[in-house]
């Protein structure tokens, strides 16, 4: 069993930067891989960004050249840094773990069995 707990979300302005914070805890098997999604009101739940076991990531179209997911094993954390945010990036950011997919699903959050509390991220115009 593993247990997720984001951090780090806020208000910001158009144009600026936050970073999210995924500690994660429980697993002792590697092969694992680790997404972010997000769900704004009355929308579904969209992939963001994932990472494998071998530092191998994947980015939605709407993030690319904005934000990068990175992960620092000795701290058992993943990270989304998120920059140039813009108003349509508001949302509940999640943080998502399961062993047997890989980044190419980063879009699928029914594959993902293992979900953080959720963070809020909103910016504004």
């Known amino acids: 069993q593993v247990q997720l707990v984001e951090s780090g979300g806020g208000s910001v302005e158009a144009g600026g930067s936050l970073i999210l914070s995924c500690e994660v805890n429980?697993?002792?098997?590697?092969?694992?891989?680790m997404g972010w999604f997000r769900q704004a009101p009355g929308k579904e739940r969209e992939g963001v960004a994932a990472?494998?076991?071998?530092?191998?990531?994947t980015y939605a179209d709407s993030v690319k050249g904005r934000f990068t997911i990175s992960k620092d094993n000795a701290k058992n954390k993943v990270y989304l840094q998120m920059n140039s945010l813009k108003p349509e990036d508001t949302a509940m950011y999640y943080c998502?773990?399961?062993?047997?997919?890989?980044?190419?699903?980063?879009?699928?959050?029914?594959?993902?069995?293992?979900w953080g509390q959720g963070t809020q991220v909103t910016v504004s115009s």
């Open positions: 998502a773990a399961e062993l047997f997919v890989g980044v190419g699903d980063y879009d699928r959050p029914d594959l993902f069995g293992n």
């Open positions: 990472i494998d076991s071998d530092g191998r990531t």
């Open positions: 429980g697993y002792t098997y590697s092969n694992w891989c």
